[in-house]
């Protein structure tokens, strides 16, 4: 059976996890970005021998310190999707900017597609290629354990964003509602950043649940969405500035509790951008800022409130 400890990891307290089979005793690191004594102190600590690193996707605080990792243990870096290239050479400029500790670019060992398999020890881990909030983002589905750990795909309450290079929204709903949720409502997710909720639950009662408890009519295909991310742009703000989302081809608004819950998610990336400004250390001109607008973070403006409450009211990282 495949067991799990939750490692946040970062100052954006980024859910790394340490995957391994309780018959083998053999792991992997799913999504290093950083605090690499407190992963390898944890596998030692639980006598598991990591054998390779997985990646969701390659932004800064999950991928920050994947080539370290690999060097320091010698082990093999299997993922993301291809898609993510262009993330990992720019691995060093993320880390600059949000002064991260120095992170180096890597070539994967193996990159992952949709229906590849990984094997942790006797256990087996299903792929599916999730773009929407990177042009290579992967999740890693455990059918025996009724886990996936999801990256930045979805969140309990929330989901991705997706207003950075690569990202978009279409796409980000399409792989959720036809890739995510056929894994059973009963399956619990790890996401990226904050605490584990279960796809029935956020399919009933997220935020976007008028997005997401639907399969689209209409949209882009996920199995094409990765050429056209490619040319995506980074775009401040949210792209809709009152508290609305869609339903049947309409604009419905958001009321009461729901309502007040956004605007707060809003209100945090709001204050996250202007905090930021003096890390980018861009100038004033608002175009080149959007231009080299990082991905490092993605989820802090709207997870990290949740994230810093996570950990403070569980205490240790949970296991399974």
């Known amino acids: 059976m495949l067991r799990y400890q939750t490692i946040p990891v970062t100052p954006f307290q980024q859910n790394c996890s340490l995957v391994w089979c309780d018959q083998t005793m053999e792991g992997a690191v799913i999504d290093p970005g950083g605090d690499l004594p407190r992963i390898v102190d944890e596998a030692g600590r ?8 997985l990646l969701t996707h390659a932004h800064i605080d999950h991928a920050g310190g994947t080539a ?25 400029e993320q880390a600059r900017m949000f002064r991260f500790p120095p992170a180096a670019a890597f070539a994967p060992t193996r990159w992952l597609h949709d229906g590849d398999t990984v094997q942790v020890g006797r256990s087996e881990l299903q792929v599916r290629h999730c773009p929407g909030h990177t042009p290579g983002h992967v999740v890693f589905h455990s059918a025996e354990a009724r886990r996936a750990f999801v990256g930045d795909v979805l969140f309990a309450g929330s989901m991705g964003r997706t207003d950075f290079p690569g990202g978009n929204h279409d796409t980000l709903i399409a792989s959720i509602t036809q890739r995510l949720w056929p894994m059973g409502d009963d399956t619990v997710f790890i996401p990226g950043h904050g605490p584990e909720s279960s796809f029935g639950r956020e399919r009933r009662s997220n935020l976007r649940r008028r997005h997401l408890s639907i399969r689209p009519r209409s949209g882009p295909c996920i199995a094409s969405a990765n050429a056209g991310n490619r040319a995506g742009t980074a775009r401040h703000g949210s792209p809709d500035r009152r508290p609305r989302v869609a339903q049947s081809g309409t604009q419905q608004p958001v009321r009461g509790r729901a309502a007040r819950d956004l605007r707060r998610q809003r209100n945090l990336a709001c204050s996250w951008r202007r905090s930021s400004s003096s890390i980018f250390n861009l100038g004033s001109d608002r175009e080149q800022r959007r231009a080299r607008m990082p991905a490092g973070g993605i989820d802090l403006a709207v997870q990290m409130g949740f994230a810093k409450k996570a950990v403070i009211s569980t205490g240790a990282p949970r296991s399974s």
């Open 46 to 53: 639980r006598g598991v021998t990591p054998r390779q690193i």
């Open 68 to 92: 370290a990792l690999a060097a320091q243990l010698g082990l093999p870096i299997v993922g993301p999707h291809e898609g993510d290239q262009f993330w990992i050479d720019g691995l060093a």
